[in-house]
């Protein structure tokens, strides 16, 4: 077993006690500073750093039967053995290997951290995919490339070579972190969604696309974008505080959630039926006073040719200028100014 998995095992131990109460985010940070590893680690560097830690060999396998992405074992004490599934891409792969390595720690800490037990699968998933992904996309390198980019999910992707989701999940989160430290009317929201194609065939054999094959895979949102029927916050007790009008709860059928298909008349629509990039300048009607309004980019993703997702990127009207680097990236953009309550 490698010492150098010990020797961070026992520096979590003596920090933080166990690596029950340490958020995913946080370990990784303590990670990246103990192994090395780059701002923007490759296959090959993570192949190495897993080499290091205990882990003897990282193969491909069939893992379809399963329907896992990857797993991890060790025989009486040996070396770790990490498998992932050989049909995955490249980004996938490098995730599901950090994503393995949580779990080979959590496991190691249980000789350093007394009493300590890790969570199960399926638990322990989640927050194994965090950690991952915030090795992957470390937070002051992501935040700057958000703003350079003008929070652009789609370069992104292309920039940290991750899923699109990850990059969504990864950017709200660091956005979140980041609006923690600040004052109110300094914070900034964002609102991602993202319309995946339904259709269990290769991309290749796909044929007329239509709205009705599109439905939201992810719709990802700051904590400053609530959702709901009233305003203001409840108190202890059930008595509810006075509505606070500068942030209401945006009303859960015009926001699009997980599950929702393609409505009438929205971005996602105008996207699947053209193929362009479209610019909502305001999407208003949320509040009186125009404070809620909403500013978006949506962009279309495409495989072999074929429409496969629209991404939806957006922020309040107050911070549209944030937008601005990537609707200048983007080729003849369809600009609407105005649309009352759809997206």
Not at 63 to 88: N, R
Not at 300 to 324: H, Q, S, T
Request: charged residues 25%.
């Amino acid at each position: 077993m490698s010492g150098q998995l010990d020797d961070f095992c026992q520096m979590i131990s003596s920090k933080y006690g166990s690596p029950a109460g340490v958020a995913p985010g946080d370990l990784a940070k303590d990670f990246v500073a103990h192994s090395g590893l780059s701002s923007y680690p490759s296959f090959i560097e993570i192949h190495h750093v897993l080499k290091q830690y205990g882990v003897d060999e990282i193969t491909a396998a069939d893992l379809k039967a399963g329907k896992l992405k990857g797993h991890h074992f060790s025989y009486k004490g040996q070396g770790y053995q990490v498998q992932y599934e050989k049909d995955l891409w490249t980004g996938t792969i490098e995730h599901v290997m950090l994503h393995e390595l949580y779990e080979i720690i959590n496991e190691r800490c249980m000789k350093w951290c007394h009493g300590y037990r890790p969570l199960p699968i399926p638990q322990i998933c989640l927050p194994a995919n965090r950690f991952a992904a915030s090795a992957l996309m470390q937070p002051e390198v992501l935040l700057d490339a958000l703003f350079e980019t003008g929070l652009d999910v789609i370069q992104l992707h292309h920039r940290f070579w991750k899923a699109y989701s990850s990059v969504a999940m990864r950017a709200v989160e660091v956005i979140n972190n980041r609006n923690g430290g600040l004052l109110p009317e300094e914070r900034i929201d964002l609102l991602v969604v993202i319309y995946e194609r339904m259709e269990d065939e290769h991309p290749r054999k796909w044929g007329f696309c239509t709205p009705d094959k599109f439905m939201v895979r992810y719709s990802l949102r700051t904590k400053g974008i609530k959702l709901g029927s009233k305003g203001g916050a409840w108190l202890q007790g059930g008595y509810p505080r006075s509505p606070n009008y500068k942030a209401p709860r945006y009303p859960w059928h015009l926001i699009p959630k997980k599950g929702d298909g393609v409505k009438p008349n929205s971005l996602a629509m105008e996207v699947v039926n053209t193929g362009g990039c479209f610019c909502l300048e305001k999407a208003t009607g949320f509040d009186f006073w125009g404070i809620n309004d909403l500013s978006f980019i949506a962009q279309p993703v495409k495989w072999f040719g074929k429409l496969a997702k629209v991404v939806l990127v957006g922020v309040r009207c107050k911070d549209a200028k944030l937008l601005e680097v990537q609707r200048d990236g983007l080729r003849k953009p369809t600009l609407i100014e105005e649309s009352y309550q759809v997206i």
